[in-house]
């Protein structure tokens, strides 16, 4: 990954660098910056996504940004502590550095429940982003995702409906449809309302107020949700909630 980022930001920067390639190594750059396809001309700070402790420690020996999948929030809590002591470690202070914290989630009306369509809909994608990864964890690795003891019921659920996926040698390909975007009809049974409170930033406009003030006092400074395809009304439901913060 180091060396990944040193051949982008050089071919940013105009350079002609080496590169392995189908096993031989090549030279590469951009062939036409000076019509604009690539922006090239404005800075472009780096910034990266850091789930577990060896990519914080480069983060932050980069000097980057960093961006963290926050959903439980004793985890988005533990791992800003974390970035923070990487940041200090790297004789960087945490202060001047920028650290998002980008989720998904639904704000809710006053008695409406976690699990309502519109929650389901909104943050239903981004609770299932956990079941994703942990079935293929002997496969791929495990992405720094966990549930609460709770939800282990769930998740083998889960299991069982990703061990039937076909191709049986590409089950990923059904595991990660609709990823971020929509719930698949088989997912619903597991996405219930313990799953969406545990795993998404979904709560009423209050509640959700006091949620940012907690990842504010734990060491974020910027804030990033998603917004679920084919709700645009998303974008004015958490405009309420920053206006607030």
Not at 103 to 117: I, K, Q
Not at 233 to 238: K, S
Request: net charge neutral; hydrophobic share 40%; with cysteine.
């Amino acid at each position: 990954m180091r060396e990944y980022i040193r051949i982008v930001q050089g071919l940013i920067a105009g350079e002609t660098l080496e590169w392995d390639f189908e096993g031989k190594r090549r030279k590469i750059r951009f062939l036409n910056p000076e019509i604009g396809a690539v922006n090239v001309a404005d800075p472009m700070p780096l910034h990266i996504s850091a789930l577990g402790p060896r990519g914080r420690r480069l983060t932050a020996e980069l000097r980057a940004g960093w961006l963290y999948a926050a959903g439980h929030m004793g985890a988005a809590k533990a791992a800003a502590a974390d970035m923070q002591k990487a940041w200090r470690a790297a004789s960087v202070d945490p202060a001047g550095q920028v650290a998002t914290a980008f989720t998904g989630g639904s704000v809710l009306a006053e008695g409406e429940a976690f699990d309502s369509p519109r929650a389901r809909a909104q943050a239903g994608p981004h609770a299932t982003i956990a079941l994703h990864n942990l079935v293929e964890v002997e496969e791929f690795g495990n992405m720094g995702r966990s549930v609460p003891p709770t939800l282990v019921p769930l998740l083998e659920r889960y299991r069982e409906i990703y061990r039937a996926y076909e191709p049986a040698d590409a089950r990923y390909l059904a595991n990660h449809r609709g990823h971020l975007m929509f719930l698949r009809p088989e997912e619903h049974e597991v996405c219930t309302a313990d799953l969406i409170r545990s795993m998404t930033f979904t709560g009423t406009r209050p509640a959700l107020q006091d949620r940012l003030r907690e990842l504010r006092e734990a060491g974020y400074n910027h804030f990033a949700i998603s917004i679920r395809h084919g709700h645009p009304g998303m974008l004015e439901d958490w405009a309420d909630v920053f206006a607030g913060v």
